[in-house]
DNA sequence: ACCATGGCTTGGAACGATCCAGAGTTTCAC
DNA sequence: GTGAAACTCTGGATCGTTCCAAGCCATGGT
């Protein structure tokens, strides 16, 4: 049966029913919509009208097929760990999306084995259904930013290329050596000395780069740090313990930590020793995460700034999809420091 | 240029580059790929070995195109707020996304302006760039299931259709006037007598719910609620400051929260009296997010079986997919009181 | 009056998959 | 040995869009 064009009908209208309802083409609906500047302005006009009167819409996957792009965005959903204060991906998914979203792009949510780096990404880029990935967490090793660019696949990192100092792909970081610098000196202002820091395992890359601005911040001020640091997992457990033992070691007046999770293993232990927060002893986190915003008497905390760091993203992620060769610099963006009543 | 099949190609390989390889036609392959079982034993062998050999994928824009199916489930990113405790919905998204997965099908994250309930949806349902949505703040009204019904859009919703009784889409919620209940009886089997609420204003139907069943464990116990009961605003300071006034007037030894950010606000006057949480008196909340979790000593909360709600909403999906015309009874699911500290 | 120019519009082909109807082959009962 | 039924497989049409090359029609220079 033809499609009886004009009036409402179940299925959605497609561009031959506007073409019919104008009196034109097939293709000068089509550059209405594309080239609205290769139309005579009448003729646009009247196209116009059409798709409104019937509410015209492009359909996706015609589309898609025919211009071989997809105008979705694979995001592979980041690990959730229970019990740990980050929830920071939360902030950077919603900016980055509604950021895409002014764009013209949409994000595709995916699943991965959380033990396989690379799970679903190759299924996704061999049905052409994304044009291109949002890669999180490249401190975990390059595999999925070399992997990607194996398969000559576009994408852009939030994170820097850690182990791959040449890599070509468009990234955006935050700098929080920085972050960890400007924490420090605010606890000097406030007249502290013996600050403490509590951050991960050697091996941990983000970790070492925190520590460094620490130590950097206390020796331009020619602070000693020696029998101040530690290193521990991310967990409020062994926060909570590191921090029992510098505290009984070291009798600090202030503690950095490299995340708000382990800020919550201090506060633990100051809790337990009866300890005012804020008072008898200052605590700085990293993330500015909900935690650090609610819990009495709010943790002052380096907040990363997720919401430019997703628009630079997309801004990238334009130029790219664009020039399939666009080299983009890394963008390095600075953290700014919340303070609250815990410092 | 025809296609090369064969050999290694920069384009992603074709249902013809495969049937070229295995000697077929273009059908069986997708046969092959679609109704195994209609092919006998030693061809599909053979299709299966190019199509491995080749490292073929439907292409997603093709087969949506001819399907009419796109194997997308639309999700506009909740609206999130900065400073309340609700990061709840990383967890059920975070479910949500896997279930989906493992049922073939992937999560199309799309914003929508605030202000108005129904941006994004139409875009999406008129382009059939999803097969359908899951909406998730039923609470606020109808709108959205309405128009969407009214649109004959596909779609599920986490939350009852709380001003359509009659509503005949399928639907999964979490019963939290008995979370409340459990919560209220848990308090009195620590032996409290005087327990607070504080909660949402009366408009609130989320609100009023969770209020009921406190109501409703006082008095089966038979406790009076005079004097108890406070109604504010869901913030942290709206929270502390009910908590100041129903602590100057009542006295009463615990209190329970419609919401965690409640909870944190009534910290928050608990830290500035100097009194000892879940000793000098007890602190109940909802949602058990993050904060609940790594607070102090640890705040009890009404814990919604999220990622059991999100299995359910991808189960339904499913059937709602298969048979247009399924109609679902609406699932409850009861929460679990996850005991901390604080009580 | 004519041809070149450029702006605007058009029909046919193509993207890569699935639907459909029919053709070829085997199986099996009579 | 024959016909029907069941099982396999195939070619052509189709989904709705954009690409492409060509067509139409005024305009303007010669």
């Known amino acids: 049966?033809?499609?009886?064009?004009?009036?409402?009908?179940?299925?959605?209208?497609?561009?031959?029913?506007?073409?019919?309802?104008?009196?034109?083409?097939?293709q000068t609906v089509s550059n209405a919509v594309n080239n609205p500047d290769l139309l005579r302005a009448d003729t646009l006009a009247r196209v116009q009208d059409a798709i409104d009167k019937l509410g015209y819409q492009p359909n996706r996957a015609a589309r898609s097929l025919r211009t071989r792009a997809s105008h979705l965005i694979g995001l592979r959903m980041p690990a959730l760990q229970?019990?740990?204060?980050?929830?920071?991906?939360?902030?950077?998914?919603?900016?980055?999306?509604?950021?895409?979203?002014?764009?013209?792009?949409?994000?595709?949510?995916?699943?991965?084995?959380?033990?396989?780096?690379?799970?679903?990404?190759?299924?996704?880029?061999?049905?052409?259904?994304?044009?291109?990935?949002?890669?999180?967490?490249?401190?975990?090793?390059?595999?999925?930013?070399?992997?990607?660019?194996?398969?000559?696949?576009?994408?852009?990192?939030?994170?820097?290329?850690?182990?791959?100092?040449?890599?070509?792909?468009?990234?955006?970081?935050?700098?929080?050596?920085?972050?960890?610098?400007?924490?420090?000196?605010?606890?000097?202002?406030?007249?502290?000395?013996?600050?403490?820091?509590?951050?991960?395992?050697?091996?941990?890359?983000?970790?070492?780069?925190?520590?460094?601005?620490?130590?950097?911040?206390?020796?331009?001020?020619?602070?000693?740090?020696?029998?101040l640091a530690s290193r521990t997992e991310d967990s409020i457990s062994s926060g909570k313990a590191a921090a029992d033992a510098i505290l009984d070691e070291t009798e600090p007046?202030?503690?950095?930590?490299?995340?708000?999770?382990?800020?919550?293993?201090?506060?633990?232990?100051?809790?337990?020793?009866?300890?005012?927060?804020g008072e008898d002893i200052a605590v700085v986190g990293f993330d500015d995460s909900q935690v650090a915003q609610t819990v009495p008497p709010g943790i002052t905390s380096v907040r990363p700034p997720l919401e430019e760091a997703a628009r630079e993203l997309v801004k990238a992620l334009e130029e790219l999809l664009a020039t399939p060769s666009y080299a983009a610099p890394g963008v390095m963006l600075k953290p700014v420091l919340t303070v609250r009543g815990s410092s």
């Open 1 to 26: 049966m033809p499609r009886s064009g004009g009036h409402i009908s179940a299925a959605p209208p497609t561009l031959a029913d506007v073409a019919e309802l104008a009196g034109v083409s097939r």
């Open 82 to 227: 229970e019990g740990t204060a980050n929830a920071m991906m939360d902030r950077f998914v919603h900016t980055f999306v509604e950021a895409a979203a002014e764009t013209g792009y949409h994000v595709l949510l995916f699943y991965g084995d959380p033990a396989d780096p690379l799970d679903g990404y190759d299924e996704l880029l061999r049905s052409t259904a994304v044009d291109a990935f949002v890669v999180t967490d490249t401190h975990l090793g390059g595999q999925q930013t070399t992997w990607l660019q194996s398969r000559r696949a576009r994408f852009v990192s939030f994170g820097r290329p850690w182990t791959q100092p040449d890599a070509k792909h468009p990234w955006v970081d935050v700098d929080l050596a920085y972050g960890a610098e400007i924490a420090t000196e605010h606890l000097i202002e406030r007249g502290h000395s013996k600050i403490a820091w509590i951050g991960w395992h050697k091996d941990s890359l983000l970790g070492e780069e925190r520590r460094s601005g620490w130590i950097h911040a206390m020796h331009t001020h020619g602070l000693s740090t020696t029998g």
């Open 253 to 277: 007046t202030a503690l950095v930590c490299a995340s708000d999770t382990l800020a919550m293993g201090v506060l633990h232990s100051i809790f337990e020793r009866r300890l005012r927060l």
